[in-house]
């Protein structure tokens, strides 16, 4: 079983919205880590895009991310959702779906070496 599966990625013209959904395997202990969200585009690095702590109480965004992307966890169903509203095309990317272990509570890493889990990710185009 993969440990962290992606889903919800798609073609939608510019404005529109998608919820990108992130599954984690049983065998990870959800309330154990922080979840975050990056994303790549070709060429370019693999960048954050928005996390959530352990203890669910902080998210942070990206400057592009912020007043458009909500980022919730859902414990009982091992599940993170990432809500992306008006989209654009520079939101054009494979994101991926991420969990860093042995934080403090209220720790949302930025830097993608501190996370243990990743998924395969899902492709979002965002077309003009």
């Known amino acids: 079983q993969a440990p962290l599966v992606e889903s919800g990625g798609a073609l939608v013209q510019a404005g529109a919205s998608l919820r990108l959904s992130c599954v984690a395997a049983?065998?990870?202990?959800?309330?154990?880590?922080?979840w975050s969200w990056f994303r790549q585009a070709p060429g370019n690095e693999r960048e954050f895009v928005a996390g959530v702590s352990r203890s669910g109480e902080t998210t942070i965004f990206s400057a592009s991310a912020r007043g458009r992307f909500t980022i919730a966890t859902d414990a009982a169903k091992n599940m993170v959702l990432l809500q992306m509203n008006t989209l654009k095309p520079e939101d054009t990317a494979h994101y991926f779906c991420?969990?860093?272990?042995?934080?403090?509570?209220?720790?949302?890493?930025?830097?993608?070496?501190?996370?243990?889990?990743w998924g395969q990710g899902t492709q979002v185009t965002v077309s003009s």
């Open positions: 991420a969990a860093a272990y042995n934080l403090r509570s209220e720790a949302v890493p930025s830097d993608p070496d501190l996370y243990y889990y």
């Open positions: 049983s065998k990870i202990t959800f309330k154990y880590y922080a």
